[in-house]
């Protein structure tokens, strides 16, 4: 994969990717909130089966925004989204929640229900299930997430990590073929952080779930991303693979980001040891072997 | 006092529901319907009686039950505030033209105003019948979890009313935690002392508008994300109540013939 980047200013053409193995093409689409901000301007995204995409962008650029489309909150001024090729401006798909599940970036906001397990069985439920289906997906949706035991508990009693992966077990209940998470790690301590992390990557290995995430944590995306998009003015202003986009500091620059954690530390070897930064390690494993090479 | 809590004055909803979820006592253990009849028959007895002896016995017997279930006794009587202010703001009107045995007389402005006896013990009445509806209500509230208590709230009550119940509750913990780290932060930068009754009305104005500003963004994001899974209108609770045991049977129906007795003992009521 090579990096693609397009000018926001201009109207791209979305590129048509391999059709079998797309589940979401976001194309062109544009979003004017009431007060007249722009939310996603001619944004062309998409997803694929069995992937990890992160979407990596500052504060206001959009990646918000686009999360509520995939899900169907907004819909596009202009522009089209279509899932398994379903298209929604032509009214085929007004139920793109059962298709594609948000985790919001404030659990609070989530979780409403008076118990843990009111609040995971939510959502089966308005997917038509019977009582005891909506139990069963709810139970085995909380065993996965590792809070089988949180069951009976008042929402109002978790923690913040624990609030996270009951979101989280809410949405998994739904058996989405995607699932979106704002922010999955903000606010959460590293133990928490981690599990979320591990979690994401079982959504994927496990589950065969498709995973986009919003995040200001470059680390993060570095560490689980398949392929990052860089947002900036409401639109991918550039994508790839985590090893080609963070190695790419003017791009990063022009994006308002800086480099991941594992990056600026193998740079800063390089440099102390007077050789090139020729590899592009986004993993401690993978800049101990570039390191041992030199 | 909780991080949530607002006034010793003010039943505090984490404290109430810590002791619900606790589960310490044999009456967290009595079906939640147990006490559910117990709360309508204790209603209609306080409704029916106006006996003072036949009064105080109920609310000693449920202050002592109160006490038995590790419940903070000192926290209820700083709870009791609130109802004892509404019903002497009420009450205390009406002892004054009630007729009886004066105890206390004198005039304001050229108006007589006589305290009587029988003003008085109306006055000890309906305060002990608000007590005794207010103890057992929160004996109810303490005891019973909260799963149950949802559950019992949808079954009950027709729609929307439930609906409203089930979302507003877990929506006032989140309330009183934002109003609570709001009288934090003003707390912190030497705000909420006393300077003058204008300065401090024109900062609780300010908080209390931040926080029905805060509430109204943060119901649009829950609302959002109710949406974002399905929800078309209504949601249920999936919590079964643990049912009746034969011996609670018999404990309702010994409550009933109880309160059948006074009904009957009631001048008024043919007794």
New interface residues.
């Given amino acids: 994969m090579t990096i693609i980047r397009t000018d926001p200013l201009s109207s791209p053409h979305c590129r048509h990717i391999d059709k079998e193995r797309e589940l979401i093409h976001v194309d062109c689409a544009s979003h004017i909130y009431p007060d007249g901000s722009v939310g996603i301007h001619d944004m062309c995204f998409y997803v694929k089966k069995n992937e990890i995409v992160a979407l990596c962008g500052p504060n206001g650029s959009g990646k918000s925004t686009l999360i ?1 489309h995939l ?1 169907g ?1 907004l819909t596009p001024s202009e522009g089209n989204i279509a899932v398994n090729g379903r298209s929604i401006t032509k009214g085929e798909l007004t ?1 793109l ?2 298709e594609v ?2 985790v ?1 970036q ?1 659990s ?8 843990v ?2 609040d995971v ?3 089966p ?3 038509g299930m019977s ?1 005891e289906a ?2 069963n997906a ?1 139970t085995g949706a909380l065993e996965a997430v590792g809070a089988a035991d949180l069951v ?1 508990k ?4 978790l923690s913040g990590g624990q609030k996270r992966l009951i979101s989280i077990a ?2 998994l209940a ?1 058996k989405p073929r995607i699932i979106a998470l704002d922010e999955p790690t903000s606010d959460l301590d590293p133990v928490h952080s981690g599990m979320i992390e591990g979690l994401i990557l079982e959504l994927k290995q496990r589950f065969g779930i498709s995973v986009v995430i919003a995040t200001h944590d470059l680390d993060l995306a570095a560490r689980i991303a398949d392929r990052v998009c860089l947002v900036r003015k409401g639109s991918v202003f550039a994508e790839g693979t985590p090893a080609e986009i963070f190695y790419d500091e003017e791009l990063l620059q022009e994006t308002g980001l800086k480099p991941p954690q594992i990056v600026r530390v193998y740079r800063a070897y390089c440099r102390m040891q007077g050789i090139p930064a020729d590899q592009h390690p986004i993993s401690i494993e993978g800049m101990m072997v570039a390191i041992r090479g030199k | 006092m909780s991080a949530a809590s607002l006034s010793d004055h003010i039943p505090d909803l984490n404290l109430i529901t810590y002791y619900a979820e606790k589960q310490q006592s044999c009456f967290s253990r009595l079906s939640p319907w147990t006490k559910f009849a117990y709360l309508i028959l204790i209603i209609l007895l306080v409704t029916l009686s106006g006996n003072l002896a036949i009064l105080t016995v109920l609310y000693l017997v449920l202050l002592g039950a109160y006490a038995a279930a590790h419940l903070p006794v000192r926290k209820l009587f700083g709870w009791y505030t609130m109802p004892a202010v509404f019903v002497l703001s009420l009450v205390g009107i009406m002892a004054w033209s009630e007729p009886g045995n004066p105890v206390i007389s004198f005039a304001v402005a050229g108006f007589p105003l006589v305290l009587t006896d029988k003003g008085i013990l109306l006055v000890v009445t309906l305060l002990l019948k608000a007590l005794i509806v207010v103890t057992f209500s929160l004996f109810f509230l303490m005891t019973t979890r909260y799963m149950h208590f949802s559950a019992m709230i949808y079954r009950l009550f027709p729609s929307p009313l439930d609906q409203i119940f089930l979302m507003a509750y877990r929506f006032l913990f989140l309330t009183l935690a934002m109003t609570g780290s709001i009288l934090k932060a003003v707390r912190s930068r030497g705000g909420g002392l006393i300077h003058s009754i204008r300065v401090q009305g024109r900062m609780f104005a300010e908080v209390f508008a931040l926080v029905f500003i805060r509430s109204f963004e943060r119901s649009e994001r829950v609302h959002k994300a109710m949406i974002a899974r399905g929800f078309s209108g209504s949601y249920g609770t999936a919590t079964g109540i643990p049912a009746l045991r034969h011996a609670e049977y018999l404990l309702i129906c010994a409550g009933a013939a109880v309160v059948l007795a006074v009904a009957l003992m009631t001048p008024s009521l043919g007794g």
């Fill in positions: 509520e899900n909150l139920d929640w059962r599940g948000v919001f404030q609070d906001d989530q979780l409403f229900a008076p118990t397990l009111d069985m939510f959502g439920l308005n997917l009582r909506a139990l709810a009976q008042l929402p109002n009693y809410g949405i739904m």
